[in-house]
């Protein structure tokens, strides 16, 4: 697996986004990152993931928004389908060849997927709010990349595929729990085992998609989302954030505590502001 080119702490350096398949942009409190790999329909490998968990793990401190999209008219055709070869991708590790040469155990192959999962856990974080902007097939993980952002903007021609069942596999970069937490257990057995394709209008109506507009109209529209985070309090923005992730989790009882408790903090906060500017 290719080690990060820069020391701790440091973002991707240019040549480790670029064989990754990746773009980054950072300006001001938005950074975007854009899946590059054309030639592939920006099919994604190992290390697109392991690249985007370092880009989370460097990501500067005032980031509040993550903007994820696809190069051209296509999100994601999911993985690279020679990630599954002997011989794998551009000298990265293969998902089989340790199967098959009995080199890899459980434990190993296990471990080598929670590396590839950090790339999509991090969008989850409570600080900054993550959005897809879709364009065209998103497939696989490249469905599981999409579920793993708070809010996804689809253009017209979106359209999303779990196809690992139909290839022998699971999804495991963790798009199975959004999935049933946005459509439920039954719908999303059968959009899983018959991989089949759940089109941009119907993603709106499962609530895959916050919003769907005309392939023209994407980027003004993620631009205006974009805006409209902003103009929120980020302290606020962070803390309502977790709040609503544990609500699921939680007892009516346990939330209402909960909401009670980051109300203090803010009130806190807020009051001390108030005291440092009189
Ligand atoms: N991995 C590697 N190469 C890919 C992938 C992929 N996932 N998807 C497309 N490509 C390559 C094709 O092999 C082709 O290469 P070539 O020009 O050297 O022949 C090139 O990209 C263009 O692909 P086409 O199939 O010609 O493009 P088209 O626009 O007709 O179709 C589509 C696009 C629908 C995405 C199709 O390529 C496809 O179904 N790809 C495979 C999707 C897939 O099964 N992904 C894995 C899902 S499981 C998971 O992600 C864990």
Redo the contacts with the bound molecule.
């Keep these: 697996m290719a080690q990060a080119s820069n020391g701790p702490g440091e973002p991707p350096a240019a040549d480790e986004l670029s064989r990754a398949g990746l773009r980054l942009e950072v300006d001001g409190h938005t950074a975007r990152i854009t899946i590059s790999r054309p030639?592939?329909?920006n099919?994604m490998t190992g290390r697109t993931w392991t690249t985007l968990a370092h880009i989370g793990q460097t990501l500067p401190e005032d980031v509040r928004i993550v903007v994820i999209a696809g190069e051209g008219d296509?999100f994601s055709?999911?993985?690279?389908?020679?990630m599954f070869t002997p011989e794998g991708v551009d000298g990265e590790r293969s998902l089989v060849a340790g199967v098959l040469d009995g080199s890899a155990d459980a434990d190993d192959i296990e471990g080598h997927i929670a590396e590839l999962q950090e790339g999509f856990l991090w969008l989850r974080r409570p600080d900054i709010v993550s959005i897809a902007a879709v364009r065209g097939?998103a497939?696989?993980?490249?469905f599981q990349l999409a579920l793993s952002c708070d809010i996804r903007i689809l253009a017209e021609d979106a359209k999303f595929t779990m196809?690992?069942p139909a290839?022998g596999?699971v999804p495991d970069?963790t798009g199975t729990k959004p999935l049933v937490d946005i459509v439920g257990v039954h719908r999303a057995v059968e959009i899983c085992l018959t991989a089949r394709r759940v089109e941009a209008a119907e993603a709106r109506e499962l609530g895959l998609a916050e919003l769907v507009v005309p392939v023209e109209e994407l980027d003004g529209a993620v631009d205006d989302v974009v805006a409209a985070l902003l103009a929120t309090n980020p302290e606020a923005a962070t803390a309502t954030k977790a709040l609503l992730q544990q609500a699921a989790g939680n007892t009516l009882q346990e939330q209402a505590l909960a909401e009670r408790r980051a109300q203090v903090d803010r009130l806190t906060s807020l009051a001390k502001a108030m005291g440092a500017g009189a």
Excluded at 77 to 82: R, T
């Design positions: 030639e592939r329909r099919a296509i055709a999911g993985i690279d389908l020679a097939h497939i696989g993980a490249g196809k690992e290839l596999l970069l």
